[in-house]
């Protein structure tokens, strides 16, 4: 741990002391990435401006004051250069999340169908007083009393034959 | 929640300031002695044209009268400077001389930037050596 202060640091940097940055990088590096994950939230885009936001502030270095307090430049160099970084990926960025969405979409459409098709299956395994309960109860949307009533069976024992039918779904998808 | 991920960023941006700061410092090194040489070699041939054209016009013989006699001495003193002004390449000799002064101004004003620059390439030498 270097007990050099910012002040002291950035003099020698500005004396020629290129390690001295070092230092300042490292005393810096948390608090700059989380006060810019504030402005991004993407933790990767955030280091990427941390870095550049280091290299933007060592190439002005030598205009410092250094007896002003540093931390007001880091964090102002950081603000500027995640501003700047978001302008300029800013149609990448919204290209990309367009194709992403649409993929991301496509995907689940899959998923879908290929859930549906399967459990469609499994229940046309099931017997038919319980294939007909589960299609009238999950997907006809009927509640427990209208099917009992259509099945003209006890409205508890349609929950029973729900519940074994669910059993066996359940053991049949796996 | 998803949680941050956060790599230590020291060693890629002190490896991207080595590289800007070797080829920064190594410009403007390259771009300082240039310029001296070339101011140098430009002060050099003012000196030589002015030393030709003083021995060309011989004008320099003129003050071997200061060798004579002090009652010569006092009889031609003031002719004899006043060809010597009249014949001596002034032009030439104030160009070496705006040279120089420009010259000297340069290694003056820089030094305190060169001893920055060689500061900087020999840490970084040194720590490319490691």
């Not at chain 1, 936001?53 to 931390?71: C, E, G």
């Amino acid at each position: 741990m270097d007990a050099r202060t910012d002040e002291q640091l950035v003099l020698a940097v500005q004396e020629g002391d290129v390690f001295a940055f070092e230092v300042l990088v490292g005393r810096y590096q948390k608090k700059l990435h989380s006060f810019v994950s504030r402005m991004v939230s993407d933790s990767q885009m955030a280091q990427d401006i941390v870095q550049e936001a280091y290299i933007n502030l060592y190439k002005t270095i030598d205009r410092i004051d250094a007896k002003r307090s540093f931390s007001i430049y880091v964090f102002s160099i950081a603000r500027n250069t995640a501003i700047s970084y978001l302008r300029q990926k800013k149609k990448h960025i919204s290209l990309d999340m367009i194709e992403l969405a649409e993929e991301e979409r496509l995907y689940e459409q899959l998923v879908t169908r290929e859930t549906q098709q399967t459990v469609r299956r499994a229940v046309a395994k099931l017997e038919p007083k319980y294939r007909r309960v589960i299609r009238l109860y999950y997907f006809d949307d009927v509640s427990y009393e209208q099917i009992a009533k259509s099945l003209q069976l006890p409205v508890n024992t349609v929950r029973t034959y729900l519940f074994r039918a669910k059993k066996i779904l359940r053991d049949l998808l796996g | 929640m998803k949680k941050r991920r956060q790599t230590d960023v020291t060693v890629a941006v002190m490896q991207r300031i080595a590289k800007y700061e070797q080829e920064r410092s190594g410009w403007w090194l390259r771009a300082f002695h240039t310029i001296v040489v070339l101011l140098g070699l430009v002060a050099g041939v003012f000196a030589v044209r002015l030393a030709l054209q003083v021995r060309e016009r011989q004008t320099l013989d003129m003050i071997a009268l200061f060798q004579e006699d002090a009652e010569i001495i006092r009889e031609f003193w003031a002719d004899t400077m006043e060809i010597v002004f009249v014949e001596f390449p002034f032009e030439t000799m104030w160009m070496l001389i705006a040279l120089l002064f420009v010259l000297v101004f340069v290694l003056w004003s820089t030094r305190r930037k060169r001893s920055i620059a060689n500061r900087r390439l020999s840490e970084l030498a040194k720590r490319n050596k490691k």
